[in-house]
C-alpha cells in the first residue's frame, strides 16, 4: 500500500492505493498552524476509522502548492508513519513533455493532474481543475504540454463579492434554479455559478480552435466541478479523485528515488 497526499491552497486530499486501486480517500483543509503531531495522529486516525492498518503502508507521496505546511506534513509522516515521503518536484519522471520557457514555475498539482489525465484517459485533452484557482490545462496525444490557463476559482471569486462589498452577504456556492433571481443570495449565485458555465464553455470553444484540436476531450476535476456541469452536458470525464491516481502513477516511475525509509514500528 502508498499513502498519496495532495495538498493544494484550500485542501488538503489523501489516499490509499493497494495496487492500482484507491481504497480509502479523505479531505481536509490545509492549514499553515498544525504542528507535526496534529497532522500525523490526525492521519493516523483516518487510517484507525477506516481500519486500514498503518504498517501496510510501504511508501508516502506528496505534491504540494503550499510550502508552509511541508515542514508538519514532512515530519508528521515521519513520526506517526516511518516514512520519508517522496516530494514532487521538477526534474521527476512524469512522461509528460513540458514545453514551457521555464518548466519550474508549473505548479505540481497540475503536473500530476496532467500524468492522470493522459495515462488514464489518453490525450489530446483539456484538463480543468475546479480549485482555489480554475486552470485550464492542455495535452497532445504525444503527451506533451501546448498551453495552460489560470483563472480565478469559484471560491475566490465568492470571497471577492461580499469581502469587499459591504452590503453583500456570504452565500453558499450552488446553480440557481433559474436565471430569473428574487433575492439577493440567488442573484449572486447566479451571477458567480452561471457566468463560469460560460467561462468554461468559451474557453473550451477557444482552446479547441486556437490548437486546431477540435476533438479534444474535456476532464474535469476539483471539489466544485459538479456545480459547473450538473446535467454532465460540458464534460467528457469528471474525475474528483484525478490527481490521487496521478500521485500513484508519478511513484511508480520514481520509486528508487526513496531514500532512508525505516520499517520500525
Same mark, same amino acid.
Given at each position: 500500500? !502508498?499513502?498519496?497526499?495532495?495538498?493544494?491552497?484550500?485542501?488538503?486530499?489523501?489516499?490509499?492505493?493497494?495496487?492500482?486501486?484507491?481504497?480509502?480517500?479523505?479531505?481536509?483543509?490545509?492549514?499553515?498552524?498544525?504542528?507535526?503531531?496534529?497532522?500525523?495522529?490526525?492521519? &493516523?486516525?483516518?487510517?484507525? /476509522?477506516?481500519?486500514?492498518?498503518?504498517?501496510? !503502508?510501504?511508501?508516502?507521496?506528496?505534491? =504540494?502548492?503550499?510550502?508552509?505546511?511541508?515542514?508538519?506534513?514532512?515530519?508528521?509522516?515521519?513520526?506517526?508513519?516511518?516514512?520519508? @515521503?517522496?516530494?514532487? &518536484?521538477?526534474?521527476?519522471?512524469?512522461?509528460?513533455?513540458?514545453?514551457?520557457?521555464?518548466?519550474?514555475?508549473?505548479?505540481?498539482?497540475?503536473?500530476?493532474?496532467?500524468?492522470?489525465? %493522459?495515462? &488514464?484517459?489518453?490525450?489530446?485533452? !483539456?484538463?480543468?481543475? %475546479? =480549485?482555489? @484557482?480554475?486552470?485550464?490545462?492542455?495535452? =497532445?496525444?504525444?503527451?506533451?504540454?501546448?498551453?495552460?490557463?489560470?483563472?480565478? +476559482?469559484?471560491?475566490?471569486?465568492?470571497?471577492?463579492?461580499?469581502?469587499?462589498?459591504?452590503?453583500?452577504?456570504? #452565500?453558499?456556492?450552488? @446553480?440557481?434554479?433559474?436565471?430569473?433571481?428574487?433575492?439577493?443570495?440567488?442573484?449572486?449565485?447566479?451571477?458567480?455559478?452561471?457566468?463560469?458555465?460560460?467561462?468554461?464553455? %468559451?474557453?473550451?470553444?477557444?482552446?479547441?480552435?486556437?490548437?486546431?484540436?477540435? *476533438?479534444?476531450?474535456?476532464?474535469?476535476?476539483?471539489?466544485?466541478?459538479?456545480?459547473?456541469?450538473?446535467?454532465? *452536458?460540458? #464534460?467528457?470525464?469528471?474525475?474528483?479523485?484525478?490527481?490521487? /491516481?496521478?500521485?500513484?502513477?508519478? %511513484?511508480?516511475?520514481?520509486?528508487? &528515488?526513496?531514500? +532512508? *525509509? =525505516?520499517?520500525?514500528?
Amino acid at each position: 500500500m !502508498i499513502l498519496v497526499i495532495d495538498v493544494s491552497n484550500t485542501n488538503t486530499v489523501i489516499g490509499v492505493f493497494d495496487g492500482e486501486v484507491l481504497v480509502a480517500n479523505w479531505r481536509l483543509s490545509t492549514l499553515s498552524s498544525r504542528t507535526s503531531d496534529e497532522t500525523g495522529i490526525l492521519i &493516523r486516525s483516518f487510517f484507525h /476509522h477506516a481500519d486500514i492498518p498503518v504498517i501496510e !503502508i510501504e511508501a508516502v507521496i506528496i505534491s =504540494s502548492v503550499v510550502p508552509n505546511v511541508m515542514y508538519s506534513l514532512t515530519n508528521g509522516i515521519r513520526k506517526y508513519f516511518r516514512r520519508e @515521503a517522496l516530494i514532487v &518536484r521538477s526534474g521527476m519522471k512524469t512522461g509528460i513533455n513540458l514545453r514551457m520557457e521555464n518548466p519550474k514555475e508549473m505548479g505540481t498539482d497540475r503536473i500530476v493532474n496532467l500524468v492522470s489525465a %493522459y495515462e &488514464r484517459y489518453g490525450g489530446p485533452a !483539456i484538463v480543468i481543475d %475546479y =480549485s482555489t @484557482a480554475t486552470t485550464f490545462d492542455v495535452i =497532445s496525444e504525444n503527451g506533451v504540454f501546448l498551453t495552460g490557463i489560470t483563472a480565478p +476559482g469559484l471560491q475566490v471569486c465568492a470571497e471577492a463579492l461580499y469581502q469587499k462589498a459591504a452590503n453583500l452577504p456570504k #452565500f453558499e456556492i450552488v @446553480a440557481p434554479e433559474s436565471i430569473i433571481t428574487k433575492t439577493t443570495i440567488e442573484s449572486m449565485q447566479a451571477g458567480l455559478v452561471i457566468s463560469h458555465i460560460g467561462e468554461t464553455i %468559451y474557453m473550451i470553444e477557444c482552446i479547441r480552435e486556437e490548437v486546431g484540436l477540435p *476533438e479534444l476531450k474535456v476532464i474535469a476535476t476539483g471539489g466544485l466541478a459538479k456545480i459547473i456541469d450538473d446535467q454532465e *452536458e460540458i #464534460f467528457d470525464v469528471f474525475d474528483p479523485v484525478l490527481a490521487l /491516481h496521478g500521485l500513484r502513477l508519478i %511513484y511508480e516511475k520514481n520509486k528508487n &528515488r526513496r531514500q +532512508g *525509509e =525505516s520499517k520500525c514500528f
